[in-house]
Every structure is written in C-alpha cells, then in structure tokens.
C-alpha cells in the first residue's frame, strides 16, 4: 500500500515501542505542507506540544515564527518535525532507544515529503542525520548527505538562555533562501 502523511500519523499514534507512550498526552507527529520544499526537524515536543499534539507552539515555537516570518514563512508553507514523537518526561534529552524507536516514521516523512533542504534545529538533530559535527562549529554550513541537503542551526530554543543566540540563528535563517536557489540552480544546469 502506497505509504503516506497520513498513514505515518495514524501508525504514530498507536505506536508503542518506546517507554515515551506510557507518559504522552498526544503523539506529535509533525505538522505542515505534503508538498514543503523546507523541513525543519526539532528534538522532542516539549509540554504545550505534547498537550495539542502539535510540533512548536510553545515559547520555542514564537522564536521559530518570528524566523519564519523573517524570510516570508508561514508555518503553513514549510513541514516541522521532530526526532522523537512524543513528549520526554520533564523535557530530558531523548534516549538512543526512543530516536531508534522513532526513525522510521521520520525517515519516511522526509522520503514523501521530498524537501529541498532539511533545517535541523540543534545538536539532537543534527546527530540523527550527520553525526560526528559540533553545533557551534558548524551551525549555518549546508552539508549534503545521501542525496539530501541538510542545514544545521541552534535550536530556537537555545535562544531564550542565551539571548546572544539570536542574532546567529538570525544570520542562518537568512541563508535559507539563498541555499535554496542555489540548489534550484544547480537543478536547472543539470537539465540543461
Ligand atoms: N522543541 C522541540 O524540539 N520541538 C518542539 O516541538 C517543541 C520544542
């Protein structure tokens, strides 16, 4: 059967296989455009996320709005995921087991949705996909991995520890568009 968005929630949310199902109000599978050319991919919900079932409403999620909004976003354009689907207790790091318990379900989200960049927010996602790198080394730099292009950035969340934050996530945000026509253009010669 033809895999879909759809199908993945359903399968999320009658998922099991981590200890995370005992303690979640809502699975948070992801939320957005089928059709995004932008995905993000966050850690883990946190507890309005958890609450509502969807990815980033919380006060992490204003600063993503904002960045959004700085590039001419709306949530409604890009697909906003996250590691692991449902809500850690007391927001701890996810452990290996649940983003193991987890890959799948995101690995097909990003096979259907096709994105032409995938914005990874902070070091837990970053690791999911190009492990070994330090995200205050290599925030910002577009890494190409498997067919796919990644962008690892800091986590809008770490900005409201550390307002200093802000104007580097800023800068990155800005480089989104440009990496995007660059990939567009590479497209076209490709074509001829
Ligand atoms: N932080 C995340 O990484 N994801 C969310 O959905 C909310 C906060």
Redesign the pocket.
């Given at each position: 059967m033809k895999d879909t968005l759809i199908k993945i929630e359903e399968e999320v949310a009658a998922c099991q296989a981590c200890q995370l199902c005992k303690t979640r109000t809502n699975t948070?599978p992801g939320y957005g455009s089928s059709q995004a050319d932008v995905m993000f991919i966050?850690?883990?919900?946190?507890k309005n996320?958890d609450l509502q079932g969807k990815?980033?409403i919380?006060a992490?999620?204003k600063v993503l709005d904002g960045l959004l909004a700085s590039i001419n976003l709306k949530r409604e354009d890009v697909f906003i995921a996250?590691v692991v689907k449902c809500r850690p207790p007391l927001n701890r790091d996810p452990l290996p087991e649940e983003v193991a318990a987890c890959a799948d379900f995101l690995q097909r989200q990003v096979t259907l949705i096709r994105p032409k960049i995938i914005i990874l927010?902070?070091r837990h996602a970053m690791d999911r996909f190009i492990p070994g790198l330090k995200i205050s080394l290599d925030h910002g730099k577009p890494k190409r991995k498997d067919g796919n292009v990644y962008f690892p950035i800091y986590?809008p969340?770490a900005t409201i520890y550390n307002r200093a934050l802000i104007e580097e996530l800023q800068k990155d945000f800005k480089k989104i568009p440009k990496i995007i026509d660059m990939i567009e253009k590479e497209k076209d010669q490709l074509r001829g």
């Open positions: 948070v966050g850690e883990a919900p946190g996320e990815p980033f919380g992490a999620g996250n927010l902070g986590h969340a």
